[in-house]
């Protein structure tokens, strides 16, 4: 018989009480995925907390421009400190271990920071452009939450839902219309951002070829990471298939990957960054002060 309170998929009693899909990996195959997400994680909260404190300690860095390699620090963190550690043991695990209210406000993190953090790689904007791309980006991340909060994801396939899920699974459904409409949003919107970006830096490439390589390598990861998280995203619904959890799981952890490499990149392209990251984790800037310190032409050994 088909009951509508029972899952359809098989279901196990694992870690004392959580009711979750049966997980296939070894103790030695989980240890190993485990260390690789605890140095993902690690590497992502350290690189962006020295992206902001770079902007906010040194005049040098404290440009328009920059204000918005500071949202995408701030959400790149986020990332980092909100998404990544609870996803990496449900990863590891195949198990949701934090309650069923914390599993939507997860899902709310982890999609809104993602594409938010996306969001923030325009470059060289006007003023009334940066308070505009600001404002969307982060009342996107409020709007979202009160979507997932709220259920509107799920509204109308309820029963599919509990069929097709284990209780403690924590996965993430969408019915077809919320389907469209994230698409459009984090989707669509993000794509045409990234074309922009793109025909600016193509615009700048003669004159400014070296300064602008960090732009161009990250608008081409968080194309990349955007289009794999989404696509797989959108098609469920739109498509009416289900795709493999370790798909999923790519697709989830391409995406956060992309927070850990931004500061990465801005290390390794940008020798103002570059320096000033050498100056705070050197602990120079704790025995003088650094704060108007020329930082592209800083050779390290003074001002």
Not at 39 to 49: C, K, P, R, W, Y
Not at 180 to 206: E, K, Q, S
Not at 279 to 300: A, E, P, Q
């Amino acid at each position: 018989l088909h009951n509508e309170s029972f899952p359809s998929v098989l279901c196990v009693v694992t870690f004392a009480t959580f009711n979750c899909t049966p997980s296939q990996m070894t103790n030695v195959e989980r240890a190993l995925l485990m260390g690789a997400f605890t140095i993902a994680v690690a590497t992502t909260i350290t690189g962006n907390m020295l992206t902001i404190s770079s902007i906010l300690y040194f005049r040098q860095l404290q440009t328009r421009t920059n204000v918005l390699a500071l949202s995408l620090a701030l959400a790149d963190l986020l990332v980092g400190l909100l998404v990544m550690p609870f996803a990496s043991t449900r990863t590891a695990y195949g198990c949701w271990f934090y309650g069923r209210t914390f599993c939507k406000v997860h899902t709310w993190f982890d999609y809104t920071l993602c594409t938010s953090s996306i969001l923030n790689l325009a470059r060289r904007v006007t003023g009334a452009t940066l308070v505009a791309m600001l404002v969307l980006c982060w009342s996107g991340v409020v709007a979202y939450g009160l979507a997932y909060l709220l259920e509107w994801n799920i509204a109308g396939i309820e029963d599919s839902v509990q069929q097709t899920t284990c209780p403690d699974n924590c996965p993430v459904f969408m019915n077809v219309q919320f389907a469209l409409t994230n698409t459009l949003c984090a989707y669509v919107t993000p794509m045409l951002l990234m074309l922009a970006a793109y025909a600016n830096v193509y615009a700048m490439a003669r004159a400014q070829a070296r300064k602008i390589s960090i732009a161009m390598l990250q608008a081409r990861s968080a194309d990349a990471a955007v289009r794999s998280r989404w696509s797989v995203a959108a098609s469920e619904p739109l498509l009416g298939y289900a795709s493999d959890p370790v798909v999923w799981e790519v697709a989830n952890w391409f995406t956060y990957i992309n927070s850990t490499m931004n500061p990465i990149l801005f290390a390794a392209f940008n020798r103002s960054f570059r320096n000033a990251f050498y100056l705070i984790v050197s602990g120079k800037i704790m025995r003088g002060s650094y704060r108007g310190t020329d930082l592209f032409s800083f050779n390290g050994s003074g001002k």
